[in-house]
């Protein structure tokens, strides 16, 4: 494991300028991802990974939020400078570091990276925290309705979202090739819909329809020996299962509520 210091507190380190630290503390993870940048900074795009030995600049009125291997999320304000470095912990922590979440930190970048680039390309290049969304699209939980795609549950519970929610909507929810829910009321003003039961034992997908869409959504639920107090942990299952989506909107919600 390691820590991500402070250069003031860094006395093998020189620097030809003195830097003014205002974030003082220690956080274990050998490697850290941005997942936001406020404002945006070159370079400190979303997605860019950070490990041992490298330099974290955070310029004077920014804002960064960094996701570490240990599952830590650590919001840093400038003008600060932090080296990553790798130093031994005695902690007896259950969220060790190791190639799984190597493997997770690695997908999560991947994720903002393409969705940064894919912002980026249609002309809309923000952060993470502050794209938009409509309210039911911010539930990592919730899974849209506007699409057919993965969607990723807990607890065997399914929360629906949409995008229009001015509108009154009657729909149907039907389960692999059997039991189905019909003429349930979808109320105007309501951006998710939770589902009265869990889901049925062994029913792999489901089908929501209303009189103008269908979507086709494969379950994915989230594994009972995960951890879900790890933000790495979850965030790797969602990009791995497909529910980019929803994990686009975990990050959004992760770095608000380090607001």
């Known amino acids: 494991m390691s820590f991500m210091r402070p250069i003031s507190q860094i006395t093998s380190l020189t620097l030809a300028v003195a830097l003014v630290v205002t974030a003082q503390f220690a956080v274990a993870g050998s490697q850290y991802v941005v997942l936001s940048t406020e404002p945006v900074v070159d370079e400190l795009p979303p997605g860019k990974v950070f490990a041992p030995s490298d330099v974290i600049n955070v310029p004077a009125g920014t804002v960064v939020t960094l996701l570490g291997e240990d599952g830590s999320v650590n919001p840093i304000s400038g003008p600060a400078a932090f080296v990553v470095t790798e130093d031994a912990l005695t902690s007896k922590s259950s969220q060790a570091t190791g190639d799984g979440q190597a493997s997770n930190l690695a997908l999560i970048a991947s994720l903002l990276t393409n969705e940064r680039q894919r912002s980026e390309s249609i002309g809309s290049a923000r952060t993470t925290a502050d794209q938009s969304r409509p309210s039911g699209l911010d539930d990592p939980w919730a899974i849209s309705i506007e699409e057919s795609a993965p969607g990723c549950i807990r607890n065997g519970e399914v929360v629906l979202a949409r ?97």
């Open 163 to 259: 995008r229009g929610i001015g509108n009154r909507a009657v729909f149907s929810v039907r389960f692999g090739g059997g039991q189905a829910l019909t003429g349930l009321i979808w109320n105007a003003g309501k951006p998710t819909y939770s589902l009265p039961d869990p889901i049925p034992a062994g029913v792999k997908s489901f089908v929501v329809e209303t009189n103008k869409t269908s979507a086709l959504i494969e379950i994915k639920v989230f594994p009972e020996n995960a951890v879900l107090e790890n933000p790495l942990e979850v965030l790797g299952w969602m990009v791995s299962s497909g529910c980019k989506r929803q994990a686009l909107a975990f990050v959004h919600q992760l770095v608000t509520e380090q607001r």
